[in-house]
């Protein structure tokens, strides 16, 4: 292993945050330089959390302006997301970008345009393309083991406590934007764009605010649909958190996500692996380890990064038409410079 990579954070409000912050302190790839949160009212918040006892806190200039910073993890609320990323590629710094990617597809267009252009990497904050289970899912999608994929349904809900629901809430997408970018993001790297995505969006709980608190999205394909949920109010929601792959040769299902916990149906035997149900075995690793071992190596030129901007805009474009913004009838991917 090489020398540390030098690295901060930029923001702290973001539900991922502290997550991050607590990996890359551990981490031997990297060397955490401090924190810089923006907001003041965010900042004060956390500054005397014992979580961060010991981590420096940086002023945004300090932090972009050191020339030995490679890597800046964007860690603020969503709708600072993009200011904050743009002010990191702008200063030359690798970013990993935590989810979603703000509100504006314009906006980011013009940030993964920017970071291509300078040879700069950009790493969402999908935590699912190194989850082990979905990593068995692509693996059996792109080797054909499940035959024609005609129906993806994902399901992803949270019980969110009455005095977080505000902060969700500056979106008319809700919870859609919330959650919902998670699994819009594999089912992208599974089938692709979509023809057409149809919303909606629900307020169904019993917290009298704005939060659209009951969301589904239905995408279609020439020969294909999927289906994603996501609440903000269901019980215990972690263990019966699934994705479900249904092919004409077989099925898969993830319940729960994390850890990851994996089923699978062949029609016939195959692949060494008998017909009919039977549980996979799947390694778990704790979130957030794998997205930034792999974007050390690539920071490093140990591998090449490998999500296009191409993806990360369709899926940016896709989710904006789930939370009803009609994204889908703006820009094509061919319009990406």
């Not at 964007?74 to 990323?85: A, D, I, K, W």
């Not at 005609?150 to 505000?166: E, N, Q």
Request: hydrophobic letters at 40%.
């Amino acid at each position: 292993m090489g020398k540390p990579i030098r690295c901060g954070l930029l923001g702290i409000g973001h539900a991922h945050g502290l997550g991050k912050l607590q990996v890359l302190q551990e981490s031997p790839d990297y060397e955490l330089v401090g924190v810089c949160e923006p907001d003041d009212a965010i900042r004060s918040q956390w500054q005397n959390d014992e979580r961060l006892d010991g981590v420096r806190w940086l002023a945004q200039d300090e932090l972009l302006g050191d020339e030995s910073v490679s890597m800046v993890a964007v860690e603020s609320t969503v709708p600072q997301l993009l200011p904050l990323g743009r002010a990191a590629i702008d200063a030359g710094k690798h970013i990993h970008l935590d989810k979603p990617a703000g509100t504006s597809l314009a906006e980011f267009q013009t940030l993964l345009d920017v970071a291509a252009s300078r040879d700069l990497i950009v790493q969402m904050g999908y935590m699912f393309r190194y989850n082990t289970g979905f990593d068995f899912i692509r693996r059996a999608v792109g080797q054909d083991w499940l035959g024609h994929v005609y129906a993806i349904h994902g399901s992803m809900c949270t019980d969110i406590p009455r005095g977080k629901r505000a902060a969700l809430a500056f979106h008319p997408g809700g919870m859609m934007l919330e959650l919902g970018c998670h699994l819009l993001d594999m089912i992208l790297l599974l089938l692709g764009p979509p023809a057409k995505v149809t919303p909606f969006l629900r307020h169904d709980g019993e917290v009298g605010d704005e939060l659209n608190d009951n969301t589904l999205a239905v995408l279609e394909y020439d020969c294909a649909m999927a289906t994603i949920e996501t609440a903000a109010m269901e019980p215990d929601a972690f263990p019966k958190r699934r994705f479900k792959v249904s092919g004409t040769r077989g099925t898969i299902l993830l319940e729960p996500l994390e850890p990851p916990t994996l089923q699978l149906c062949l029609r016939e035997p195959a692949h060494g692996f008998q017909a009919g149900w039977q549980t996979v075995p799947i390694d778990d690793v704790p979130r957030y380890v794998r997205d930034m071992e792999d974007l050390a190596r690539c920071i490093r030129g140990e591998s090449t990064f490998g999500y296009a901007k191409e993806h990360d805009y369709n899926v940016q474009r896709t989710l904006l038409g789930a939370c009803g913004i009609e994204a889908l009838s703006r820009a094509t991917i061919d319009d990406i410079s």
